[in-house]
């Protein structure tokens, strides 16, 4: 599976919009890209996935370039309570194997 | 959406004993569950890959006498640390697939001291 680069940290204020970049350059045609986030002390939570198009849910909107080698997860109204560690993983379509592979993630601080 | 639980969601051992950890799905069956670990300050880590109705596969590197898994059923697969150690004291995770949407979800972890 493709690896991913992201920031360490991101600062947001509460009320505007949080903007995740994510690159995953080595992507390859069947691969999806997967934002997951983990607040302190809890399991990950999923937020949102995709292959070519854009995809928005109640949680985020995700924005895949047309060459699919990065991507940007944007929360639309940061609130305190997205504080967490955001996470960006690419994996094969193909596979049945559901192993998500983790990198460091961008720790995204949300201030009033 | 679909819920993965964990029990419990935090123990602590005396060195040289097992604990056993239960990762369960709720209201989807999972023929595989996964198992991560996740130390302080760090990433999540995969442990194993849990089968129902057959062995388990580990990662590289990962003990299969000391981290037993058991996939017994549709919903629940357990891992058991045995004779932990202070090493071994870490926030353990599972996920498991729910179709639809066949994507991971994961519990909600639990927290092994081992003192």
């Known amino acids: 599976d493709a690896k991913t680069t992201q920031p360490p940290s991101m600062d947001c204020a509460e009320g505007r919009a949080a903007n995740l970049p994510c690159n995953h350059s080595?992507?390859?045609?069947?691969?999806?890209v997967y934002w997951y986030r983990q607040i302190h002390s809890q399991g990950p939570q999923y937020i949102i996935h995709?292959?070519?198009n854009n995809e928005t849910n109640e949680m985020a909107s995700l924005i895949i370039t047309e060459d699919r080698k990065s991507s940007t997860l944007i929360l639309p109204h940061a609130t305190l309570r997205d504080t967490a560690v955001y996470y960006c993983?690419?994996?094969?379509?193909?596979?049945?194997?559901?192993?998500?592979?983790f990198g460091a993630g961008t720790t995204v601080t949300v201030r009033a | 959406g679909a819920v993965v639980s964990q029990h419990p969601s935090r123990v602590i051992c005396k060195s040289g004993t097992s604990v056993k950890i239960e990762c369960r799905s709720l209201?989807?069956?999972?023929?595989?569950m996964f198992w991560y670990r996740q130390f302080p300050k760090q990433s999540l880590m995969l442990m194993a890959t849990?089968?129902?109705?057959?062995?388990?596969?580990?990662e590289q590197g990962v003990e299969k006498d000391k981290f037993l898994i058991n996939h017994a059923s549709l919903t629940l697969s357990t891992l058991t640390v045995t004779s932990a150690h202070p090493e071994d004291s870490s926030f353990y995770i599972c996920?498991?697939?729910?179709?639809?949407?066949?994507?991971?979800?994961f519990g909600p972890g639990t927290r092994l001291t081992v003192t």
């Open positions: 996920s498991a697939i729910p179709t639809p949407p066949q994507v991971p979800y």
């Open positions: 080595t992507i390859s045609g069947n691969e999806y």
């Open positions: 995709g292959l070519k």
């Open positions: 993983i690419v994996r094969s379509s193909r596979s049945n194997d559901y192993k998500l592979s």
């Open positions: 209201d989807f069956q999972a023929t595989t």
């Open positions: 849990s089968n129902e109705g057959s062995k388990a596969t580990y």
